[in-house]
């Protein structure tokens, strides 16, 4: 297993105030909810009911076509960190142009598509570079709904898990120190990447939560312990008949998790 230092690593990330406290507040700062809703008043209405418990919330494309940087800047002022998941992938100009407009809106990290290429990346990162509270750039490497037919559908010769550390390798080369993976490659790009790198990773499902379309899965602690930093749960919580009840159990996992690293 790569060298993994789950409670030394992401500093940057963390609000400078905020200390270094329980256990507990460490397993908060490495869950990030997903607010799969089609309106503001949806969104608002479910973080009300995680009761304070999850400070990590991230905003896709469904939530932020719907809401745009009003619900960012609702959920901001609120004390949230927000992952706004827009998942860039433009020229070069123009995705630095976006880097800069959401960096405004104080977000804690962003993603962009590595395979925009080298210049995509390096202009994002230089986006960055003279802003006051820089949000973290995390690049999405290769779809985790692109299996190796779909890799090869777009011309690429070799498999999902070689294509994503060749973009990774890539992104590093370029400044981007994070990225988005499945379970599945979080252990290859932790190793990539190094210990500070911010690794992200969608498809977790608590044992015994249903999988819903997600393929590749993973428990909260199957992928911390493979080399996550951070995790996105969505249905499992939202779509809980108690998403405050859900999200402690998830919290519970990972608190676990980071004890016996
Ligand atoms: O409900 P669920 O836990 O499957 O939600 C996972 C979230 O992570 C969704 O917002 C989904 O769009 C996102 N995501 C993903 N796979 C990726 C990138 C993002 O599931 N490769």
Not at 35 to 51: C, S
Not at 62 to 87: C, Q
Not at 194 to 216: F, N, S
Request: proline share 7%; aromatic share 2%; charged share 15%.
């Amino acid at each position: 297993m790569p060298e993994n230092s789950l409670t030394t690593a992401f500093e940057p990330l963390r609000a400078p105030t905020s200390p270094k406290t329980s256990a507990w507040d460490e397993a908060q700062q490495r869950l990030i909810v997903a607010l799969d809703v089609p309106t503001a008043a949806a969104a608002l209405a479910l973080v009300d009911r995680l009761e304070g418990q999850c400070p990590w919330l991230k905003i896709g494309l469904e939530l932020f076509i719907a809401a745009g940087p009003a619900i960012v800047e609702t959920l901001v002022s609120r004390g949230h960190s927000i992952f706004l998941d827009l998942k860039l992938h433009d020229i070069p100009n123009t995705v630095a142009s976006a880097v800069r407009t959401a960096t405004a809106l104080n977000v804690r990290m962003l993603t962009l598509h590595a395979a925009g290429g080298p210049a995509m990346l390096a202009a994002a990162r230089e986006a960055t570079i003279n802003a006051a509270t820089p949000p973290e750039l995390l690049a999405v490497t290769v779809l985790t709904s692109m299996n190796q037919a779909q890799v090869e559908a777009v011309g690429v010769p070799r498999t999902p898990l070689a294509q994503a550390e060749l973009l990774a390798r890539m992104g590093l080369e370029n400044g981007i120190r994070g990225f988005v993976c499945s379970p599945q490659e979080v252990a290859a790009l932790r190793a990539l990447a190094g210990r500070e790198a911010v690794l992200v990773t969608p498809g977790i499902r608590p044992a015994g939560a249903a999988a819903w379309d997600q393929q590749r899965i993973a428990t909260p602690a199957q992928a911390l312990q493979q080399g996550a930093s951070h995790i996105v749960v969505g249905r499992p919580v939202t779509q809980a008949a108690d998403p405050a009840q859900a999200a402690r159990e998830v919290l519970s996992e990972i608190a676990a998790a980071l004890a016996e690293n």
